[in-house]
């Protein structure tokens, strides 16, 4: 089953915050980020494994509760060049071996000036 | 180092006709995956190889659309006879084992008219 995302969009100035969350039906072992600009090929942004840890990198982290089976991105003080369309990837234990994903339908983020 | 290769990159071509994507990944990488991206159903897995071995094909349509992997250094998506629902952009990914980064291609924008 696809992970759910929410919102499915959201709208944001320069410097204001959003947060992007994946819920998911089944039993998480990993859970991927990946931002995907227009025209583009989806980017990789960072990864978490079970354990309910919490990443991040510049602006941009994510943590990862087992229990709730579910992710959320945290972009804070939001740049132009965060506009894209955001993707969770989870991986379940059956097939994280082979490192399987199933993507959500996506959240689109636009950030204005 | 250079990225997952995919080539077209856009193919305009006639229902009926069979259609041909190919992809190269990045060397070391031993997992690959075939996604078809459309607005209506999003980002949705194809098939997979590990090691060159297909590990799931659930994904695949119909038969009428089959894939390969000669070698660890490239990849081939068929579809025959292509049909208009078959227009998508066909993204290919690799990936180190183990539910590693997936790194994507550029994608192949296919129209069936």
């Known amino acids: 089953q696809q992970p759910v995302q929410s919102p499915q969009a959201v709208i944001l100035r320069e410097g204001e915050d959003a947060v992007i969350n994946c819920s998911s039906s089944?039993?998480?072992?990993?859970v991927h980020w990946y931002r995907q600009k227009h025209g583009e090929a989806p980017v990789f942004l960072m990864i978490?494994?079970?354990?309910?840890e919490q990443k991040g990198h510049d602006k941009i982290s994510a943590s990862f509760n087992e229990k709730k089976q579910q992710s959320s991105l945290y972009l804070t003080a939001s740049q132009l060049s965060y506009s894209g369309t955001y993707f969770c990837?989870?991986?379940?234990?059956?097939?994280?071996?082979?490192?399987?994903?199933?993507f959500g339908q996506g959240t689109i983020l636009t950030v204005h000036p | 180092d250079a990225g997952v290769i995919q080539s077209p990159r856009h193919e305009v071509t006639e229902m009926g006709q069979e259609v041909t994507l190919r992809c190269k990944p990045i060397s070391g990488h031993n997992s690959l995956f075939w996604y078809r991206q459309t607005m209506m159903r999003g980002l949705e897995l194809l098939i997979y190889f590990n090691n060159n071995v297909p590990i799931d094909d659930s994904g695949m349509p119909e038969d009428r659309f089959s894939a390969k992997m000669p070698n660890a250094s490239f990849s081939t998506l068929k579809i025959q006879p292509s049909e208009p629902r078959d227009s998508a952009v066909y993204f290919c990914a690799s990936s180190l084992p183990g539910g590693q980064p997936q790194h994507f291609g550029d994608g192949t924008r296919l129209s069936i008219l």
């Open positions: 089944k039993a998480l072992y990993s």
């Open positions: 990837g989870t991986g379940n234990a059956g097939g994280t071996s082979y490192g399987k994903l199933t």
């Open positions: 978490l494994l079970k354990g309910g």
